[in-house]
């Protein structure tokens, strides 16, 4: 779904590529900071007692999880599992 006007799109284009590198970056990365967040309160919220390794395991499997084959996927989660 697109309910944006085409007119609107082109002037927001505009204004991002208006911006520095450096500006967009932090934009970025302020972005995927928020992210993180809002999925660690989720996980807290249906898994109040999660341990660290619990919430980190699920914290690569919701951003990272389908970019890795099954056997790369489980030898990270077991390398998560173990830095308590």
Do not use: H, W
């Not at 992210?35 to 919220?45: E, M, Q």
């Not at 898994?47 to 099954?70: C, H, I, K, M, N």
């Amino acid at each position: 779904m697109n309910d944006t006007s085409p007119n609107a799109e082109r002037t927001y284009r505009a204004m991002l590529l208006g911006r520095s590198g450096a500006e967009r970056l932090k934009m970025g990365c302020s972005m995927f900071a928020t992210a993180r967040t809002l999925v660690v309160a989720g996980l807290r919220s249906n898994a109040p007692r999660a341990s660290p390794a619990t919430v980190r395991q699920a914290l690569f499997l919701t951003f990272y999880g389908r970019d890795f084959t099954e056997t790369d996927r489980a030898k990270i989660i077991a390398r998560l599992a173990g830095r308590e």
